[in-house]
Nanobody, 124 residues
Framework: VQLQACGGGLVQAGGSLRLSCSAS????????MGWFRQAPGKEREFVAA????????YYADSVRDRYTISRDKAKNTVYLEMNSLRPEDTAVYSC??????????????????WGQGTQVTVSS
């Protein structure tokens, strides 16, 4: 499976961006897809996740109510709609696939495949 993320860019604080992550190969009903981000000098952190079958969603507290994760099964694509962006949201955002998920969506070690990352920069 290969993951291709896109949609990053430069935006002013308060603005919005929409990230996309397209997956080649089969995604199982037991899979989950997640978004993580890593800012310079910081560890990678969980942002959001969605279960492929039921579209149950999970968010980090820092982005809840501002970000929305969704998926399109027909397109094998997951989206991350980011609103009310803040300078502290600046990071490289990566999508990841947990092929046979058993939960704990916030743990990056659970994910089997990773996309290359897309830069999101929020100016103040």
């Amino acid at each position: 499976v290969q993951l291709q993320a896109c949609g990053g860019g430069l935006v002013q604080a308060g603005g919005s961006l929409r990230l996309s992550c397209s997956a080649s190969g089969r995604i199982f009903s037991s899979s989950a897809m997640g978004w993580f981000r890593q800012a310079p000098g910081k560890e990678r952190e969980f942002v959001a996740a969605i279960t492929w079958n039921n579209a149950w969603t999970y968010y980090a507290d820092s982005v809840r109510d501002r970000y929305t994760i969704s998926r399109d099964k027909a397109k094998n694509t997951v989206y991350l709609e980011m609103n009310s962006l803040r300078p502290e949201d600046t990071a490289v955002y990566s999508c990841a696939l947990d092929r046979d998920s058993t939960g704990n969506y916030h743990l990056n070690s659970n994910y089997d495949y990773w996309g290359q990352g897309t830069q999101v920069t929020v100016s103040s």
